[in-house]
Structures are given as structure tokens and as C-alpha cells.
């Protein structure tokens, strides 16, 4: 079964009450036992539920695995993955990683005695060299946020199962469509369901695929003991986005090629962050391990004062946090995304005052280039 008939009918039926195509949103906190240990399936909305249970299974299928779980956002599926750990062991993680897993780490994390070490991945051997003897998890972003540095997936895969460590991968901006880490030996695939999987911007969302039972398990007494869980309608309203996510993907990466070479020949841009361009570090890996390149992209103006002059002229394109709609997005991540993180921190990780974060959308491509060079006009 291909990806795009997966995506409108894995682990979809039609409902055996109606015969309705489309899942039912079971709304109800409880569900009604026959007798003492006997039910069907269910017992309790924050153990499971049937429209969440659907979705669980479609991401698995997406991912190639066999184990999947929802959460009420990305953060809260990373919380409880994080929570597989106990005080005292060590993450190895990207340096270029969503600023909300750093403000987790360094906020709330460390607290309880977990300990992170934030490193370039894109070297493996800087993996190697920040590996303790009480390392636990190696935690990669590939395409990175917001740089977009590509991590080489099988690498890390063989580098944590030499060493027994669990590797995790946030695969939020590729999207199983164009990236199945599991297929590389990763352990553990994360998402942020409210980004391209729902891919209207009317969600949030969390989802974990794995295909080991036992730590799936654990996952499971986590969520239920936490409590992040997705509601049904947040479940219901992403298997509707992901039926199209395939038809959104081709457009997000075919528009995202063609505004990323517009940018880096405009002379007020000083440098493009896209694995889809040839100038790219890790071009020829990206081409190797993913199946296109997404529609993020990130461009540096140089100072604040030229960025904050180009996201105020800026009108088709919105100024807003969050990626993946189908509307595109810009944003500025060392005052929005990755603000938590020191100044000298940002920039050395190449998160520069000047650096802005374009969700590429999918409107008509000549649109969207349109408002972006009216934009740099006035820079």
C-alpha cells in the first residue's frame, strides 16, 4: 500500500454503527463495563479512546512501526519520553534543537536531576566525544530547528545500539512522508502533531512511534500516570489533516525550492538555510535519507534592526509562531521560539539577531516570492 492510500486508509473502517466514512469523535470520559473485568476495550478516556486509538495506529502505519501514542501537544509527547529516564542519567541532544525542549531541559528537567549535553550533531563524533558512562538517550532534530542541520539518522542509529542508548528523532519537519527514521535504526520517532500532520492550524497534538513493545508499555503507564493525552476531537481533526498530507507535502517542498533559490540571490539576505539547495552542508545526505527537503527554511538579514524592518513589511506572509499550515508562516526565533536561550548561546549555534523562520506555504509560489521581495525592499 502506498503512502498516500495509507494516509486516507490506514486503520480506518467505517464506523460498524452508521457505516459513516469518516471516524467517529467519541466524546465521553468513561465507558460502561458489562460486569467486573469485562469491557471492550476501554475503561477510562485518559487510558484511551476509540478516535485517539485510530490515530495511534494511522501514525504507526506512516512511521513503519507498530506502537503509537497521542498526546495533547509535541512538548507533552517529549515530557513523557524524557520521563523513561531517572534522575541521574545523561542526554546527548542537538545543539539546534525547538527551543521548548531546551527551556524543558535546562527549566524543569534539571531540577530532577536530569543532565543534557547540547552538541552539533551533524559531526557524530561529537556524539561520541559527549557520551558519560551514564548517557541514556541520544535525542536528534534532522532538519534542525530553525538552521535546518541534517544529523545522519543511520549513524546515530548504529551509535546507540553499539552503546545500549535509546535514540529518538523529532521528525516534525519531514514528516513520514519524507522521512522515516525507524527504517534507520532509530528507536523512536516524535512529532508535533500540530504542525504538518494536522496542517491547518487549528490543532494541537503530540505523537510517539516506536516499534518496541515493552518501552511502548512504559510510555503508556506514563501517559496514563502524567496525563498529556489528546482529546478525541484534537484526534479526529488531525486524521482529517493527515488524509491530505501527502498532495500538502509536494506543494510545501516544491514551493520551498523555488523561494529558497529566490532568497539566496537576493543581496540583502546573507545566508539561506535549506537542505534543498546544493550550497547546503549536508545536502547530499538530506537527498540520501529523506524523499524531498519540506518547507522550512531559515535566512539570516544580518541584524535585528533589518530583520524587525522586513517582518513588519511583510503582508501575505503571517507573523506567528507554529509551522506547517497550509497558510505560510514567519517568524523570528531569537525573540519568539528560542528566547529562553541565552544570547551567546543562540549565536553560537548560528541563531543570529537577524535570522527569520519561513513556514513556507501553499498558496501560488508567485505570491508568496512577491511579498517577500516587497519585504526585502524596504530592508
Known amino acids: 500500500m502506498g503512502f498516500s492510500t495509507k494516509a486516507i486508509h490506514a486503520a480506518i473502517e467505517p464506523d460498524p454503527t452508521y457505516g459513516s466514512i469518516m471516524t467517529p469523535i467519541h466524546l465521553t470520559s ?3 463495563q458489562e460486569e467486573l473485568g469485562k469491557n471492550k476495550g ?13 490515530l495511534e495506529r494511522q501514525i504507526a502505519a506512516l512511521e513503519g512501526g507498530s506502537e503509537g501514542l497521542a498526546f ?9 519520553l524524557f520521563s523513561l529516564l531517572n534522575t541521574g542519567e545523561h542526554v546527548v541532544a542537538s545543539h539546534n534543537v525547538y527551543g521548548g525542549v531546551y527551556r524543558l531541559a535546562q527549566g524543569v528537567l534539571s531540577n530532577f536531576g536530569l543532565e543534557f549535553s547540547f552538541v552539533d550533531t551533524t559531526d557524530l563524533d561529537n556524539i561520541r566525544k559527549a557520551l558519560k558512562p551514564n548517557t541514556r538517550m541520544v535525542y536528534i532534530e534532522t532538519p534542525t530547528n530553525p538552521t ?3 544529523t545522519d539518522l543511520t549513524g546515530v542509529g548504529n551509535i546507540c545500539k553499539d552503546k545500549k542508548l535509546l535514540s529518538v528523532v ?6 513520514p512522508y519524507l522521512q522515516n527514521p525507524l527504517e534507520y535504526g532509530i528507536d523512536m520517532v516524535v512529532h508535533s502533531a500540530t504542525k504538518y500532520l494536522n496542517g491547518h492550524s487549528d490543532m494541537l497534538g503530540g505523537l510517539i512511534v516506536l516499534n518496541n513493545k515493552e518501552t511502548a508499555d512504559r510510555l503508556r503507564f506514563l501517559q496514563k500516570s502524567i496525563g498529556g493525552i489528546m482529546s478525541p476531537f484534537e484526534a479526529w481533526m488531525c486524521l482529517r489533516g493527515i488524509k491530505t498530507l501527502a498532495v500538502r507535502m509536494d506543494r510545501h517542498n516544491r514551493n520551498a525550492i523555488d523561494i529558497a533559490e529566490f532568497l539566496a540571490q ?7 538555510n535549506f537542505p534543498g539547495l546544493v550550497s547546503h552542508p549536508q545536502h547530499r545526505l538530506a537527498k540520501k535519507q529523506m524523499r524531498g527537503f519540506g518547507g522550512m527554511i531559515s535566512f539570516d538579514l544580518g541584524t535585528l534592526d533589518r530583520a524587525k524592518s522586513f517582518l513588519k513589511r ?21 525573540t519568539m521560539t528560542h528566547s529562553f536561550i541565552s544570547a551567546e548561546q543562540r549565536r553560537r549555534i548560528g541563531i543570529g539577531d537577524g535570522l527569520v523562520r519561513l513556514s513556507v506555504g501553499i498558496e501560488d509560489v508567485e505570491d508568496i516570492r512577491d511579498d517577500l521581495k516587497q519585504a526585502l525592499s524596504g530592508v
Open 72 to 80: 495533547a501537544s509535541g512538548m507533552a509527547a517529549i515530557s513523557t
Open 314 to 334: 511583510v503582508k501575505l506572509c503571517a507573523l506567528a509562531e507554529s509551522l506547517g499550515g497550509v497558510e505560510t508562516l514567519i517568524s523570528h526565533p531569537a
Open 148 to 150: 535546518m542541520e541534517v
Open 30 to 32: 468513561t465507558y460502561v
Open 266 to 272: 537576493q543581496g540583502k539576505v546573507k545566508k539561506v
Open 170 to 175: 523529532d521528525n516534525t519537519f519531514a514528516t
Open 42 to 54: 476501554y475503561e477510562y478516556a485518559r487510558v484511551s479512546n476509540p478516535t485517539r486509538t485510530v
